[in-house]
């Protein structure tokens, strides 16, 4: 298993990136976050990365943090998910925002990617839901939040209400479960607008 590669980048391409090692030119593929994160490094470079083996080949996967690794794995692991939608999907989302999605079951921020269709979206939340709750290290505060609405029609109808707006399921539900959950529909909305807006 090859953990990381460092070296020279040479070449960027649209999904991909060329590091030169030890006189090798190694064709990694990667995400456009990663892409822009070592965009303006002329120096060397550090990727983490996941080497995948197949009949048709091996290929490099390469991410600038291990969260973001951590991410692609665990997306990849969903039975239909490949690697060019596990880095489509990660070129949208940083690995805590992926890991809100699939805590508020949020699916329609997977379908956004390219290649990823409603059924893979939800196959997604339905397999990593306990996964990503574990991986506590870079869900950050999202790990401590509760994102059920359950028996509260008040936050339901506050998520809704914010999502007619144009946010996410996963953005609403991430701001109103910051909020006292005894608040009325319009101090929820009214709160969860001004922490999104504050972000």
Same mark, same amino acid.
Request: charged share 20%; proline share 2%.
């Given at each position: ?14 999904? !991909? ?43 490099? !996967? ?38 809100? /999605? ?7 921020? !997977?379908?956004?990617?390219?290649? %990823? ?24 505060? /999202? ?11 008040? /936050? ?19 701001? %109103? ?7 009325? %529909? ?14």
């Amino acid at each position: 298993m090859i953990y990381s590669i460092r070296g020279k980048i040479t070449h960027i391409g649209g999904d !991909f990136v060329v590091i030169e090692c030890a006189g090798i030119g190694y064709m990694v593929n990667t995400t456009l976050t990663t892409i822009g994160d070592i965009r303006s490094n002329n120096d060397e470079t550090t990727l983490y990365t996941h080497l995948s083996v197949r009949e048709d080949g091996i290929s490099l !996967f390469g991410f600038s943090t291990c969260d973001e690794l951590k991410a692609y794995e665990l997306l990849i692991s969903v039975s239909g998910v490949g690697p060019k939608a596990g880095l489509s999907i990660l070129s949208l989302l940083t690995p805590q925002s992926f890991a809100v /999605a699939v805590a508020a079951g949020d699916a329609k921020a !997977f379908t956004q990617a390219k290649g %990823v269709g409603p059924k893979a979206a939800q196959r997604i939340i339905l397999e990593l839901k306990d996964k990503v709750t574990k991986e506590t290290e870079f869900l950050g505060e /999202a790990s401590s939040l509760d994102f059920s609405t359950e028996g509260l029609p008040d /936050a339901r109808e506050a998520v809704l209400a914010l999502t007619a707006l144009g946010y996410s399921q996963s953005e609403a539900a991430s701001a %109103v479960a910051r909020l006292d959950k005894t608040l009325s %529909v319009e101090e929820l909305i009214k709160g969860a607008l001004k922490a999104l807006a504050e972000r």
